[in-house]
C-alpha cells in the first residue's frame, strides 16, 4: 500500500500551549511528509509496495533498515497524532482502560511515573510505549523508529521523544514535555480503541 500523510484530527493551535503550532507544522508537515516520501521510494525499491504497512514494518525489520526506519516512523505518527487530543490526559481513562491499568500497572499513578520514566530515560531518539504483551498491558521503550510490533507485543499508546517532538516548546526539558503528555494531551479514547483491538 502507498503511504499517504494523514491530515491531523485537530488544526495546528488545537494544543497549545502544551504542544506549539509550531512544532506541529514542522513534526507533522516536515518530518512525517519525509518519512512518507522515502518510504514509498524505498518500498518500492523493496517489491513491499503491495503489503500493509504493519507487514512491510515487520518484514523489513532486521533486513532492510532504510526502510524499515521509515516506515516505522510512518506507523508510529499515525497513531501519534490520533493519541493526543485538545483536553485530554488526566486521569479520565474509559473503565475497562483503567481496570486494566489497575490489574497490570499497579494503578494510574504508577503508570503515570513508569511511562514517563520510560520517555526520560530512553536515550537519545526513540519513544516511550503502552503495549500489549501476552494480553497484559506493559511499558516498552524503543529506540529511534522501533516500536513494539517487532518485539511480539501491540502499542496502544506512544509518545515520541525525538528532540524534534519537543524542543521548540521545552528545550532540552524532555520531562516535563512527557509530564504534559500524560496530564493534558492523551486521546484515552483512541488508546481504548486499540486496546479493544489489541485484546479481541
Known sequence: MAFTLPDLPYDYEAL??????????????????????????????????????EEIVKQSHGKNPGLFNNAGQHYNHIHFWKWMKKGGGGRGLPGKLSSAVDSDLGGYDQFRADFINAGTTQFGS???????????LTIMKTPNGENPLVH????????????????????????????????NLINWDYVLEMYEDATS
Open 16 to 53: 497549545q500551549p502544551y504542544m506549539s503550532k509550531e512544532t506541529l507544522e514542522y513534526h507533522h508537515d516536515k518530518h512525517h511528509k519525509a518519512y512518507v516520501d522515502n518510504g514509498n521510494k524505498l518500498a518500492a525499491e523493496a517489491g513491499m509496495d503491495g503489503l500493509s504497512l
Open 126 to 136: 526513540g519513544w516511550a510505549w503502552l503495549a500489549v504483551e501476552n494480553g497484559k
Open 152 to 183: 511480539g507485543a501491540k502499542p496502544v499508546l506512544g509518545v515520541d521523544v525525538w528532540e524534534h517532538s519537543y524542543y521548540i516548546d521545552y528545550r532540552n526539558a524532555r520531562p516535563k514535555y512527557l509530564e504534559a503528555f500524560v496530564d
